[in-house]
């Protein structure tokens, strides 16, 4: 790789950014197996699973649109945790990465803590 290496907080950066995509993988994964019909010994169980892990999608989308952002954002030295990511959407909004990756990682052990729950007999 030619030219000046990336700081330790872009690298940083870099494996947030693939461990969301992981993540989010995994949890696309997870719930179309759970959405395909497998059997549950409680429907009411399939349908929080489901939500959950849609829950978890959504969050995992919103913190790799904020990735790029917190990048550009972010001054020398600062925390990729501590960037205020500003957007447009129905007005001027700001986040934070860990706002969106801890409600994506909880909703997906969640999500698979209730899977289990429902696969059990």
Known sequence: MNGVPPDAHTKALEFVNQGC??????TI???AWVASGVDFSNQMLRLAAMVCLTLSVVYGVAALALIPLIQEAR???QSN?????RYRLFGRRSLRLKSVLMPQYLLLLIGVIVFAAGMAD
């Open 21 to 26: 995509i992981f993540a989010l993988v995994v």
């Open 75 to 77: 001054r020398p030295g």
């Open 29 to 31: 994964a997870l719930l």
């Open 81 to 85: 945790f501590d960037v205020d990511a």
